[in-house]
């Protein structure tokens, strides 16, 4: 394309061709991997693991993928619960906690003489109760979240020791609490698309309602969230609500699918919860605390530690592997967050 400037008997022509940014490119490219370098890891690690000697024949089989994808819903739902109080800069370490309270009280519940329907609505109301509880902590007395959480989870872990006496509770659990936790649709274990409807739901709450932009405004910067009349108080208490909610979910998951609990259960989870919640600031919408990115991390945690117990790895490193990916995750999601704060 050309045009003509006309000045006495000069005709000028120029050339006002859309020049290519020949650097638009490789920041294109930048930005993808940045964005799904841990789901490129994930497929890092599957070959890695289809092609060693020792796990070639076992970790691509379909029974094992089922067992990796059935295992992982209950930690993915608790990092779900540790992500919300994230998103507005606020931590929940007794999500593991509450986790294991519900799955007691709801199996102890099952083995007796209680329905179906009044056991699981019950599991849910205690975990909602517990986060209750650390709302009014952190937002009406004030209490740092990381000292309230902390100590709410070890109140929680004294009930549970309390109710079973240390013992482990494998009872009569109803044949439509198992099914559910063994059973598959389509070929996927059910437990799975449970994660799915739950994910959806968190992801539809935070991207897609005033909800969950509020809550990304207030993490952003808490200040300006205030000065513009948003209730931040109230904000950061339904974080810890819900996140006690979807924590009992994750309980009665567990109970589902190992027919009963174990008193010891529920802390356990609560580091790999928060490591999958942190790295999701460095998956899909780096320097973003996020839904998909969260469920990446948790399968990424998942796989490596498969692969890893395949080939004979001692029970240990998947205690380095987690908590060093807790410390990573923390590092990323801070120096990503500054530099888009930049």
Not at 141 to 158: D, Q
Not at 295 to 313: E, K, R, T
Request: with cysteine; proline share 4%; net charge positive.
């Amino acid at each position: 394309m050309t045009t003509q400037l006309d000045a006495g008997d000069t005709t000028t022509r120029l050339d006002t061709a859309p020049t290519i940014d020949r650097g638009s490119i490789p920041r294109r490219v930048l930005k993808f991997v940045e964005a799904y370098a841990l789901l490129l890891m994930i497929v890092a690690v599957c070959i890695f693991f289809a092609v060693l000697p020792a796990t070639s024949d076992t970790f691509l089989t379909a029974a094992n993928m089922r067992i990796l994808l059935a295992n992982q819903v209950v930690p993915a739902i608790i990092a779900l619960g540790a992500l919300l109080p994230l998103v507005c800069r606020e931590f929940d370490l007794s999500v593991g906690a509450i986790m294991g309270v519900t799955a007691v009280f709801v199996a102890s519940m099952l083995s007796g003489t209680v329905s179906v329907p009044v056991a699981l609505l019950g599991g849910l109301a205690i975990g909602s109760l517990v986060g209750v509880f650390n709302a009014l902590l952190v937002t009406k007395a004030k209490v740092n979240g990381v000292v309230a959480t902390l100590g709410t989870s070890t109140l929680v872990t004294g009930v549970v020791a309390q109710k079973t006496g240390g013992q482990a509770i494998v009872g009569d659990i109803p044949a439509v609490v198992t099914n559910f936790g063994s059973g598959t649709v389509l070929g996927i274990p059910t437990v799975a698309w449970a994660l799915v409807i739950v994910a959806a739901a968190v992801y539809f709450a935070l991207e897609h309602t005033p909800y969950g932009r509020q809550l990304q405004a207030l993490g952003s910067n808490a200040t300006a969230a205030a000065l513009v009349g948003l209730r931040t108080r109230m904000l950061i208490g339904s974080t810890y609500v819900l996140a006690g909610l979807l924590a009992a979910i994750a309980g009665i998951i567990y109970v589902s699918r190992a027919g009963g609990t174990d008193p010891s259960v529920g802390p356990a989870f609560t580091m790999t919860g928060l490591a999958a919640a942190f790295l999701s600031a460095a998956a899909v919408r780096p320097g973003t605390f996020n839904v998909w990115g969260t469920i990446i991390a948790v399968f990424f945690l998942a796989v490596l530690n498969n692969g890893l117990s395949l080939a004979g790895a001692p029970p240990h490193v998947a205690d380095y592997v987690n908590g060093g990916a807790l410390i990573i995750g923390v590092a990323l999601a801070t120096f990503l967050w500054r530099r888009r704060s930049e």
